[in-house]
């Protein structure tokens, strides 16, 4: 009985897990965002692609797990979030300030779940290094100047990459591009979602552009866009 309800699923996300992912055209939406999001990446690609290449992570596939939060970035909104972070965070932890910041919107305490399963994974011995997880100011400044720059998100998200694989073996039996669907549904939603939680959000609309969120604000999925970005990279 397990064996069928484990097809089955494998059959629902070739099934379904591209079909909202082209009846909107992302890149009319989002117009000009979408075309400078699509040239940043051009531009640092070969400085990234170093970064991921050390994890033995597909560049293309990160690219594309990030690729709306790079949509959606503002400069300004950024400046004031770090401020936060590099403040508030540092003094008193993720319950003192726990905002988004960098280019790919990573939050501390993203940074902090993932330098956790990474120490008591067997990656943390084959790569010879761990985290320092200690509840002081000098081990949250340490994570806070990581994820202020982009080297330090990269290695993040590659990192979250190289777990989520460990956790979700599954991922290897199905196509890149549900691979993209999966891992940015993970990456914007949940890092520690089961298996079939996230074959049943990778379909949710919740992200957004607004600076603030309000009634007319239009809600998008997070995976049909790095799917989309995916799919039509190099074309």
């Known amino acids: 009985m397990l064996n069928v309800k484990y097809f089955f699923m494998l059959w629902l996300l070739l099934?379904?897990?591209?079909?909202?992912?082209?009846s909107v055209n992302y890149q009319?939406?989002?117009g000009t965002d979408w075309t400078e999001a699509e040239q940043y990446v051009r531009e640092h690609h070969?400085?990234?692609?170093?970064?991921?290449?050390?994890?033995?992570v597909d560049s293309r596939m990160a690219e594309a797990i990030v690729f709306?939060?790079?949509?959606?970035?503002?400069?300004?909104?950024?400046?004031?979030?770090k401020t936060a972070v590099n403040?508030?965070?540092?003094?008193?932890?993720?319950?003192?300030?726990?905002?988004?910041v960098g280019r790919f919107q990573m939050k501390p305490s993203f940074a902090e779940d993932v330098e956790q399963a990474w120490n008591l994974s067997p990656l943390a011995q084959e790569y010879g290094f761990s985290f320092n997880l200690a509840d002081n100011a000098e081990a949250r400044r340490s994570r806070v100047r990581r994820l202020s720059t982009e080297e330090g998100q990269c290695r993040y998200l590659a990192i979250f990459i190289r777990l989520q694989q460990l956790r979700?073996?599954?991922?290897?039996?199905?196509?890149?591009?549900?691979?993209?669907?999966?891992?940015?549904?993970?990456y914007n939603r949940s890092f520690s979602a089961s298996w079939q939680s996230l074959?049943?959000?990778?379909?949710?609309?919740?992200f957004h552009t607004d600076v603030i969120k309000t009634r007319s604000t239009r809600f998008y999925?997070?995976?049909d866009i790095a799917e989309r970005f995916f799919t039509f990279q190099g074309v």
């Open 221 to 223: 999925c997070y995976s």
């Open 68 to 81: 709306p939060e790079l949509i959606r970035y503002s400069r300004w909104k950024d400046e004031i979030e």
């Open 46 to 56: 070969e400085d990234w692609k170093k970064e991921f290449d050390l994890f033995g």
């Open 168 to 186: 979700l073996p599954q991922l290897q039996q199905v196509s890149k591009e549900q691979q993209v669907r999966l891992l940015a549904t993970a």
């Open 87 to 100: 403040g508030l965070y540092v003094i008193k932890g993720r319950e003192g300030a726990d905002f988004s």
């Open 28 to 30: 009319k939406v989002f």
């Open 199 to 206: 074959c049943q959000m990778q379909q949710e609309r919740h």
């Open 15 to 22: 099934v379904t897990g591209s079909a909202t992912a082209f």
